[in-house]
């Protein structure tokens, strides 16, 4: 296994573990959320990034590290409600959700070591306030998408959105930590 994938599945199973916790604590309630809904949450959390990493202080005590795992989070939530888009049920079994938040992962991680690959690995080089902003710019064109009732003429769609801000807030995070090391 590559460094890059054992610090990928690292980071992922921090922010698997804190969904499927919350999930005990509140239940899959978000599944009543619409897509815009949860686009609307995601970019909460990366403007608040921003303003802390261009103030260089924050008066909340919570950091920037939950945030992108929330990132990541909303993001597989976001891609767990467009494959359940059928399926109106607001109440999911913890076994089902822990193997749809698996299956997300998995496409997701696949898409990863595809673009790592054609890109050598360019995110190592990259700061983490270059990234945060690419999730913001990410999140402005979903919401276009999201505006435009999901047409496209030429550009992915919201799924790939979703999935490019998961790859980029893993990777802040493992920035982040490779930093504090």
Not at 149 to 174: H, P, R, W
């Amino acid at each position: 296994m590559s460094q890059t994938e054992s610090q990928y599945r690292q980071v992922v199973e921090l922010c698997k573990d804190v969904f499927l916790k919350k999930n005990k604590d509140y239940g899959t309630a978000w599944r009543i959320l619409r897509l815009p809904s949860i686009t609307d949450q995601i970019f909460i959390k990366a403007q608040r990034i921003r303003t802390i990493q261009e103030k260089g202080e924050q008066r909340v005590q919570e950091g920037v590290v939950p945030e992108f795992m929330g990132i990541i989070n909303y993001c597989v939530m976001a891609l767990i409600q467009i494959e359940l888009v059928n399926d109106a049920r607001t109440d999911l079994p913890p076994d089902e959700l822990e193997n749809l938040y698996d299956g997300q992962i998995r496409q997701v991680m696949d898409l990863l070591f595809a673009k790592n690959h054609d890109y050598g690995e360019a995110w190592r080089d990259m700061r983490v306030s270059s990234m945060t902003d690419i999730i913001l710019m990410k999140l402005l064109r979903t919401k276009q998408i999201e505006d435009n009732q999901g047409k496209t003429l030429i550009s992915e769609g919201v799924e790939a959105n979703y999935m490019d801000m998961i790859n980029y807030a893993v990777f802040c995070l493992i920035k982040l930590t490779d930093h504090q090391s």
